[in-house]
């Protein structure tokens, strides 16, 4: 009998070790490049062009494009053909491969001789966040 008991009890505690609980983690979309890629989309499609110019201008290009405009207005002169343009390239490169630099800190996507615009999408990292190059 005891030993059937140790056994039931063992059985139990090998079941119960197995299961373990799933911590959830919101993860920011901008600590990958196809994840930012998606986000982008997303943005776009909603027409949230001061919140994706906000999030995906790199910082350093950021402050030196805040010294002369503010991000509505930059928002506003973004809408239209350069937004659509964005919109058509992401929606390629979501498709394609990302080549990275040996340092991890460039990632580049080429669209395509057929894509009307530029031919590479580029992303660069600071710190842990990807952000739109070009």
């Not at 919109?87 to 580049?108: F, H, P, R, S, W």
């Amino acid at each position: 009998m005891k030993k059937h008991l140790l056994i039931y009890v063992l059985l139990i505690f090998v079941i119960l070790s197995g299961c373990k609980t799933k911590k959830l983690t919101i993860v920011n979309p901008q600590e990958s490049i196809e994840t930012a890629i998606i986000d982008c989309i997303n943005l776009l499609e909603k027409e949230k062009y001061t919140e994706l110019l906000s999030k995906y201008i790199h910082p350093d290009v950021r402050e030196d494009v805040l010294k002369h405009q503010t991000m509505e207005e930059l928002a506003e002169n973004f809408k239209g053909k350069k937004a659509d343009r964005l919109l058509k390239a992401l929606k390629i490169a979501q498709n394609m491969d990302v080549e990275y630099d040996k340092e991890g800190t460039l990632g580049v996507i080429k669209l395509g001789e057929d894509f009307e615009g530029p031919k590479e999408l580029e992303f660069m990292k600071k710190g842990q966040l990807w952000y739109i190059a070009d």
